[in-house]
């Protein structure tokens, strides 16, 4: 248990340094009111990208903040004496599950369910973007990106 402990903590300090070095202020650009104008963009394009870039800043702000919150509930669950077991049906989570995402807080077959759940909301939108569980808008190819690198991880359990 203290090798576990010992890689969430490692993990957590990974994260949260990494979460600090992006804390830095994001710089927004004054984007131009005509193009042709001196500014700092000479179409559309750059002002896309520049957005993009932005996006992409928060989004992964966003993911490395909810890493740090699931490390920290890992190292909570084994000061209570509860890791390893899954936080939906109790039963124990697989040490292969566990060595490949040890903040895991559910076992494969709870994980699965809750996927599909999920999976089952999503199938009555026909638009290519649809909102997330939060209500944001997200397209269709980076829920399918995200439900692909979940399913590989499904593999290691």
Known sequence: MDDIRQR??????????????????????????????????????????????????????ELLLARVNRLSAALERIGEGDYGACVECGGPISPARLNAMPEAQTCVRCQDSLERLGRQADRSRHSVFAAGHDGAIQPLAARILCQRSRSSLDRWA
């Open 8 to 61: 969430l903590d490692q993990d957590l300090m990974s994260a949260v340094a990494r979460l600090h070095q992006l804390h830095r202020p994001v710089p927004v650009p004054k984007l131009p009111e005509a193009i042709g104008d001196n500014s700092p963009f000479a179409d559309e394009v750059d002002g896309s990208q520049v957005n993009e870039s932005l996006e992409i800043a928060f989004a992964t702000r």
